[in-house]
Structure formats: structure tokens, C-alpha cells
T-cell receptor
Framework: DTGVSQDPRHKITKRGQNVTFRCDPI?????LYWYRQTLGQGPEFLTY????????KSRLLSDRFSAERPKGSFSTLEIQRTEQGDSAMYLC???????????????FGEGSWLTVV | DAKTTQPNSMESNEEEPVHLPCNHS???????IHWYRQLPSQGPEYVIH???SNVNNRMASLAIAEDRKSSTLILHRATLRDAAVYYC?????????????FGTGTRLQVFP
């Protein structure tokens, strides 16, 4: 069972450093999403891709954040010049295009925990 | 802004049925109702979804009101492993956007 895979699972970094998270979606899933979750809150949408095209970005995605999905398969989320407020769990998810199965399921990975010290 | 409202917490005893309510009074005709749950330190897990009719799967049942302004997730026999935060979410994949807007969910406690 190859679900959504995220790496690394945990990252501790010093303020000001850059970090990158990788997400491998479920095979054949052409939609890929990034969410962020802080303690006690539900996940917040950051961005999503249809194949390699980034179709929507949240205002939460400041200019220090960049997400890519160069070949329409795996994706990376980079945070530059990290701040303590970036400490959170970063969740990746994937699904089929709703047009191919309307109401289809979005599957989440187990998340990448970021602690900025 | 979450388009659904749920109670903050609920309790149940093991092997009893649990009914988790959700209000979504501003639901549109193209919104699907999705339920996810999240165990501690894990990503959200899909539970069930529906559009208009009641739905059943191996995990739960989803009862949707006739006017679609509310729904109820039903766990038929709660187990300790069902203790989690349950999120009720509306999803419209045809509106040029495809994001799930999570609220704070309902924290379900299950007692032995």
C-alpha cells in the first residue's frame, strides 16, 4: 500500500535557515496539495497542483514559501529564512482530478513536523 | 473561513453508537460533504463523503438532511481507536478551486 509519502518526518532548524520538504503522492494522482497545521487548529490550505501546474495559492504562502512539482509527480515545499512562526506540521495530500471521479477522496500523508528554534 | 460548524467535543463509551453532528447552512448545490478524522500526530484520514443520499461504508455512515443544511456522521460501535478529531468539510471541485477548509472539528473521547 503506497500512500502519500513525506520526507523528512521531523526537522529542527535554526531561525534564518532554509528547509525543504518533499512529498511523493499516490501513483497516478494528478492533484497534489500542501496544508499547514499548528497545534490545536485544523489544517490550513497552502497550495495545490494539477500535474505540474500550480493552480491556487493561499495568502498564507508568503514570498518565503515556494512549492514546485516539476514533472507532475513529486513535489517540494521550500521555506526560506525560517521564522519561529513557521513551526508547524506541513501536510501533503493527493487525489485524482475531480472531473475523473467527482467527490473523490483526498489522501493525506503523515506530515512533516518543523520546529524552528 | 470554515463553512461548517461542529461541537468542540463529544464523549462516548466503547461499543456504543456515536452521532457526530455538523451544520452547513450555506451549502451550495455542488458541494460534497466530506468527513475526515485525525489521530494524534497523524495526517487526516478520509472517513466518508456524500452529496445528497445517505452513505454507508466499512468505517461509518453519513446521514444527510433532506435540505442538506446539516449532516451526521454515525459510528455504529465506537472503539478506543475511534478517539480522534473529526472534521466535517464541504468540497466543491468544480468552482475553480479545490481546497478543503477545515474548522476546529469535534474531539471525540471514547471511554472503556
Amino acid at each position: 500500500d503506497t500512500g502519500v509519502s513525506q520526507d523528512p518526518r521531523h526537522k529542527i532548524t535554526k531561525r534564518g535557515q532554509n528547509v525543504t520538504f518533499r512529498c511523493d503522492p499516490i501513483s497516478e494522482h494528478n492533484r497534489l496539495y500542501w496544508y499547514r497545521q499548528t497545534l490545536g487548529q485544523g489544517p490550513e490550505f497552502l497550495t495545490y497542483f494539477q500535474n505540474e501546474a500550480q493552480l491556487e495559492k493561499s495568502r498564507l504562502l508568503s514570498d518565503r514559501f515556494s512549492a514546485e512539482r516539476p514533472k507532475g509527480s513529486f513535489s517540494t515545499l521550500e521555506i526560506q529564512r525560517t521564522e519561529q512562526g513557521d513551526s508547524a506540521m506541513y501536510l501533503c495530500a493527493s487525489s485524482l482530478d475531480p472531473a475523473r471521479g467527482f467527490g473523490n477522496t483526498i489522501y493525506f500523508g503523515e506530515g512533516s513536523w518543523l520546529t524552528v528554534v | 473561513d470554515a463553512k461548517t460548524t461542529q461541537p468542540n467535543s463529544m464523549e462516548s463509551n466503547e461499543e456504543e453508537p456515536v452521532h457526530l453532528p455538523c451544520n452547513h447552512s450555506t451549502i451550495s448545490g455542488t458541494d460534497y460533504i466530506h468527513w475526515y478524522r485525525q489521530l494524534p500526530s497523524q495526517g487526516p484520514e478520509y472517513v466518508i463523503h456524500g452529496l445528497t443520499s445517505n452513505v454507508n461504508n466499512r468505517m461509518a455512515s453519513l446521514a444527510i438532511a433532506e435540505d442538506r443544511k446539516s449532516s451526521t456522521l454515525i459510528l455504529h460501535r465506537a472503539t478506543l481507536r475511534d478517539a480522534a478529531v473529526y472534521y466535517c468539510i464541504l468540497r466543491d471541485g468544480r468552482a475553480g478551486t479545490d481546497k478543503l477548509i477545515f474548522g476546529t472539528g469535534t474531539r471525540l473521547q471514547v471511554f472503556p
